[in-house]
């Protein structure tokens, strides 16, 4: 059994490579970064360091690698023959990578192979959808049409921190011990395979939307507000405590939407939140709160992790003071060497606040959001 697995990077070596390994897939791994595609093919193996109370070491085996920029037939032709397909390069890569994965589903299509499935491991709401998207636009009519009798995008949630890594190894990855990997199976085609790690659900928007609203609207805020306070690493951030007490607002803000939104029991999820902010305090993880906070204009889109709940609330008639909080944070995030964080400070800079705002996050000036992250990016600034 083949897996390809595009993006060979932490969560793509620290997870998901992973567990496609474990379960008995041959996995390719392909990657626009030449040094770790070569380190693949030379050994055919790396090392997944599991950072818990003890660590562990786990070899992943069975793996090679194709560089996608030097080599795009190889990875049309491993498209075609491959049993499943995963991504995990990052949301704004997806359509990038979309027009040799169309080359792949042509060449199956023309040798009438079976139905395979692309499952997109991007922190996002609807990314297989998404793919597959930007996949059909490059089709022609008659590929088009027969998509769906080729190949199925099937969403998914997951859940791994995994930081960005510094060793000797470029291979080697340390990873959090916790896992979560959701797909709805209902977006599935063809052979549904078992995958030890890999749960299957008919719905998947109560557990992406948990996901991404509790684990990742609290990582980022804690990123953003840490950032401020001039703290380097999101565990440091977190024992501040009053990020610690705005980070878990803001928290309790998400799980009122949640909650209302799908039902979930009120202990159960803030035995989650606990959870989540322990695992954020995980003392043996070095978390940079600049890679949480990459990307902020990402981060702030209208139906991300920060503005996405925010609006929600609103439209249930409550004030989300602490999501506020940490959008008018993610407005004053400028590290060095993040694009999307400079064209922000641009914007403002150039354009002023308000147009900002409205450009970014899609909140308009006379809406009741606005003035709240005005007043606190006004406190903050
Ligand atoms: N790191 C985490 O904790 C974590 C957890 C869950 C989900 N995710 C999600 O997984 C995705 C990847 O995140 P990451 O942390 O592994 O990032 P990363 O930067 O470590 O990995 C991304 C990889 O994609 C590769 N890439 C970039 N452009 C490419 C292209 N055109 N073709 C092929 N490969 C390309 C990069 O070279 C890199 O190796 C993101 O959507 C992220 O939100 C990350
Ligand atoms: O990957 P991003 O940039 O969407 O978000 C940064 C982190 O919050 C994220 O990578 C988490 O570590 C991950 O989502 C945990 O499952």
Redesign the pocket.
């Known amino acids: 059994m083949l897996a390809v697995h595009?993006?060979?990077?932490?969560?793509?070596r620290?997870?998901i490579g992973k567990l496609l390994s474990q379960a008995g897939y041959e996995v390719c791994f392909?990657?626009?970064?030449e040094t770790?595609i070569d380190e693949l093919n030379k050994r055919n193996r790396y090392t997944v360091e599991i950072l818990g109370e003890e660590s562990e070491q786990i070899t992943v085996d069975g793996v090679r690698g194709i560089n996608?920029q030097k080599n795009p037939e190889a990875v049309v032709d491993a498209i075609a023959e491959a049993d499943l397909i995963t991504t995990?390069?990052?949301?704004t890569?997806l359509k990038?990578?979309s027009s040799v994965i169309k080359e792949g589903i042509a060449k199956r299509m023309v040798a009438g192979k079976d139905p395979v499935n692309f499952i997109a491991?991007?922190?996002?709401i609807g990314g297989s959808s998404l793919l597959k998207d930007a996949v059909a636009e490059k089709m022609n009519e008659a590929e088009r049409e027969s998509l769906n009798e080729y190949a199925g995008f099937p969403d998914a949630a997951?859940?791994?921190?995994?930081?960005?890594q510094s060793h000797e190894d470029p291979l080697k990855v340390a990873v959090e011990p916790f896992y979560e990997w959701v797909v709805d199976q209902t977006m599935m085609i063809g052979h549904v395979p078992d995958i030890a790690g890999l749960t299957y659900v008919n719905d998947l928007a109560p557990y992406i939307e948990r996901k991404l609203f509790t684990v990742n609207t609290g990582h980022a805020i804690t990123a953003y507000l840490g950032y401020q306070a001039g703290t380097n690493t999101i565990k440091e951030a977190l024992e501040d405590k009053g990020i610690y007490s705005d980070v878990k607002k803001a928290l309790e803000e998400t799980g009122e939407l949640l909650q209302q939104k799908h039902g979930f029991e009120s202990s159960k999820h803030d035995a989650y939140i606990t959870k989540i902010l322990s695992r954020f305090l995980n003392p043996h993880l070095v978390d940079e709160v600049t890679r949480v906070g990459r990307a902020p204009i990402r981060k702030l889109g209208p139906n991300d992790r920060l503005v996405g709940p925010a609006r929600q609330l609103v439209e249930l008639n409550k004030e989300p003071t602490y999501l506020a909080k940490g959008i008018a944070a993610a407005l004053l995030f400028d590290p060095q060497n993040d694009e999307e964080a400079a064209t922000i400070q641009n914007k403002i800079k150039e354009d002023g606040i308000t147009n900002a705002i409205t450009s970014f996050t899609e909140i308009q000036e006379g809406d009741q959001l606005f003035q709240i992250i005005m007043k606190h990016f006004e406190e903050m600034k």
């Open positions: 595009f993006g060979a990077g932490n969560i793509g620290g997870f392909v990657d626009i970064n770790v996608s995990a390069v990052g949301p890569v990038l990578i491991c991007e922190n996002m997951v859940d791994r921190i995994v930081p960005n």
